[in-house]
RNA sequence: GGACGAUUAGCUCAGUUGGCUAGAGCGCCACGUUGACAUCGUGGAGGUCGUUGGUUCAAGUCCAAUAUCGUCCA
């Protein structure tokens, strides 16, 4: 078998290799995994991408990481499973078709139903799922595909069913009246982590509400302030400190330390702020406590233009330093009034439909907008003089991260899951270790999230998801309710296996109450565990009905590592693979995901669902800020792919994963006319049309709107790494290019270790080194320091001079067969340990390397395996490990850089040779001597002479060297200047080291102090360095 | 307001337990193209390690402040 230059191209042809071995992966079915096997598993589940679109930047990272760990584990010999997958998503997903469905044919969820609706998101997630799925495949990412699942396929939601039933049974979910962020365009509730706040100019109204029957001496109103006076419609008190005076104390004594604290640049503006806080003590306390006897007493006031009455209550909310030290209490439409409500029992009035606009609670404002409310309030308010002020003002305003519209605080019916326990549980699994979160420090905000305890609202006001199998009946009285409990105990298929019933009483005990507001005395809540089950129908049929709500998607997340295994059968696979290995995640959601995982595995499987979870940075562009397609600065990864390769994606995704929270990756569009690469800037990156700034012509961008500027060829975003990374790759198939050219007429055998020179020696040691530390850092998670290392030992040390050292002993017949062994075993092993990095070069040089060298291997000579991605991960032994060999080589290579240097200095044409030789001691010429044939090859340059007796030609240049000393003669060539200043900055660079190491000896305290070698050998440096300085300076004189 | 992270060359980042001349890649400058590779090679310029104090014989590294940027939580 032999390879001519042109059968090889001297470009890795990534495009059409990625296809076949991908292919070839799969057919012969690598990344499969079975659970009936003796070897000890490694498991990954994959972090579900949503199936809202395509994958981003972040993707591609996390997903390399995850391969690059299980290529490694499979080499290593585990039984590997990585399991993938896709999310459902809930509302991101229902709300992109719903927009779709809006832009493309003008309708609404409403308009085709829930069925219909339904059916057009599974038909978006089909196509969305193979798209992503697609994208896995072409980063090269090794799942095991006939595993595939997805939050909301069967097993999933057989799990699901099973987990919400059991919670449910045990009294951890329950249903109750909370305040949920509303989102009116949507008509759901959204999470407060989907909840972002934007600051906008608004306004501070003062409102006066009448207090009825004010006696003698008592104000006749009270005020209040809002930024949200339509809310008013629903307050259903007023509220005042209870001890306004303790209050204001506490606060003087609060700015009184800050005083301290502060810089003094500050101390102007706290003192301020005291005198302030005195000044209000002194006129408005004596008022306040009038209050706040008015509210013990009992007084009531009149809600203006309800005319409602309302009582004052004294609550710690209302702060007596701010304002008139009076609040408005709105229970139903504000987190914080309604935590006043529940302290206080205050009724709760609901005064806002679904959709935003007023309900009839609202009286005559009944079907306004919240807006259009909000301007009639005020307008009828100040018409009856009870609009004290307005004041302009900044107010946070809370945002839908889905619609982009605010949000409004509603009080509604909502499932929880209670979280003491669970939450406790999963903490515990942390803090004792079992659970190891890497990089340490996001352990922190996993266990204070947790330690909160709140409880978990798992319903979602969507279509698109678990629907929640609860059914459920409203009762008027208690012996109702019993009645409907034993009917339906009587249901034939009923069971408590699969069934579970809870009562719910209503949240307002005062019957009379109650009736007003058509509330019921309770609900009977009935879970069904099974799906289908024909109690389902008998309970409809009992009047029963089923809840529409469903669950949030984090909830089918939250068992992903045991569902995709089949819990809860008692699969081989559960068995097998579960708890799963290491969870590879980004920050944003330890707790949304990582945290509920953990809680959840131990509620359902009773073990954890993981060993390691690794944390990994987030990509910014160059300027810091956050990817995104709205940005513009949003990087596809198939463009890279496209343009650079997948290894050269995932080379760049491993470089640079440090430990830091974030990376950064400066972004640049491409010319698609010249190739031409500019950076990004925060004006060019928003614009449709972009002209190069190299050839001028133009091209068109994710914002291109018109047919004028869609026409243009499209330019895409991308950044330098991967060039850097594309660049690597290539280095590695030109290495291989020149290995297959030379293997002709391989004959395998074992290594003679007679054989070995200097240099084969110094790759063993090397390769041995690098195969323990690279395997290190992948099992820490050290990824970027894992390429790094990567990369240089692959670069400098195997291409730049192990192979160029091998050319001499391949021109030599007999030398050969032993070059060509060390060289087929270097690079086996170098392919071996970028494989999980780099799959594809590396699997298609394997795949070349076997019609070459179908057996290999160092003393034991053994086929090949039959793919790089079920070779043996590297191992060396030990003893190869040698530093004696190490420093020998280093000497060399630091002689040679002097060369060079010298030529360089000199200006002499790399191919004009010249001669030189070497003044040392015996050790070190003995050291050096095997390797000096290479300084001709690798510097076109002769050594004429070594040993301590050299004399120095009478026209040379001078490097002095700790070990040796180089006289290159330049007899003819020389330019003195050029050397001479050469040597005089070699001079003043040993001066001053010279001066700085006699100043250290010379302090007795650092003799005193300092380890003893240390010392030691600080003066032999010094020694070495005077040595050093006599030689140059002896130069610098000769030259004159 | 609290927690965490970052700050080192023009840019992106390394720098282990404090220790000899603080490294790499890109970019820049100079030279080089017939045998693996110009997606390359050789050499060079470029940094008082954010600031201030402290500990120490010795600080990019440890401690305390402080500034700026960022993320998360309230």
Redesign the pocket.
Known sequence: MTFS?EE?P???DFADSQARMYEMWQARGYFHADPDSDRKPFTIVIPPPNVTGALHLGHALNNTLQDIQVRMKRMQGFNTLWMPGTDHAGIATQAVVEKRLKEQEGKTRHDLGREKLVARIWDWKKEYEKRILGQLKQMGCSCDWERTRFTLDETCARAVRHTFFDLFAKQRIYRGKRLVNWDTFLQTTVS??EVFSKTIKGSFWHFMYPVIDPKPGEPAHVIVATTRPETMLGDTAVAVHPDPAAALSRVASELNDKLK?A?AAEHESIQQQIDALADRRKEMLPALEQLRDMAKDGRMLMLPLMDREIPIVCDPWAKPELGSGCVKITPAHDPNDYEVGKRCELPMINIMNRDGTLNAEAGKYESLSMKQARKKVVEDLEALGLLQQVEDREIEMPQSDRSKTPIEPFLADQWFVAMDQLAQSAMDAVSDGRVKIT?S??A??YL??LG?K?DWPVSRQLWWGHQIPVWSVACASEAESDQVVAKIKALSGFDNAVASIQIEPSFEENEQKRKLLELPHSTVHVCVQVDGHRLEQQLTDAGLVREEDVLDTWFSSAIWPHSTLGWPEETAELKCFYPTSTLITS??II?LWVARMVLMGLNNVGEIPFDNVFIHP?I?D?F???MSKSKGNGIDPLDVIEKFGADALRFAMAH?T?????????VDFECPHCQHTFPQTKKNRVLPKVDCPKCKEPFSTQWAQTEEDKSLVRGAVIA??F??A??????LW?????AM??LEGFVAAPVVEADLTVEDRWMLSRLTTVSRSVTDSFEQFHY??AA?EL??FA??HF??FY??ML?DRFADEKLRPHAQRMLAYTLDTILRLLHPVMPFVTEEIWQTLAKLAPERGFDAIAPAADAVIVAQWPQLDETWHSVETEARFSLYQRT??AL??I???Q?I???KEVKFSIRCDQETEQALKPLTGFFRSMAASELTGIGNGIVAPEINATVAM?ELEIFVDLDGLIDKAAEKKRLE?ESD??T??IV??EK?LS?E??I????PE?VE??R??LAQ?KEQLETINASIKKLG
């Open positions: 230059p090889i001297s470009r890795f407060d982590d604290k810089p990089p420090r996001y922190n905000g204070d999230w909160e709140r920050r944003d707790t987030k910014l160059g810091g800020e956050t640079l440090t430990e830091t929270q974030d990376v950064r990756l400066p330098e790494k060039e850097v594309r660049n690597f790759v290539n280095k030109n290495a291989s290019r020149f050219l030379n970027a320091e790094r990369y240089d670069w400098d291409c730049s192979v160029e050319k040679l850089a060079r240097e030529r360089a200095a200006n044409p790399p191919k700790p900055k660079r040993l001053k080291d700085g190491k250290k302090n305290k650092f005193n102090n300092a380890a240390f050998k600080v032999e440096g360095a």
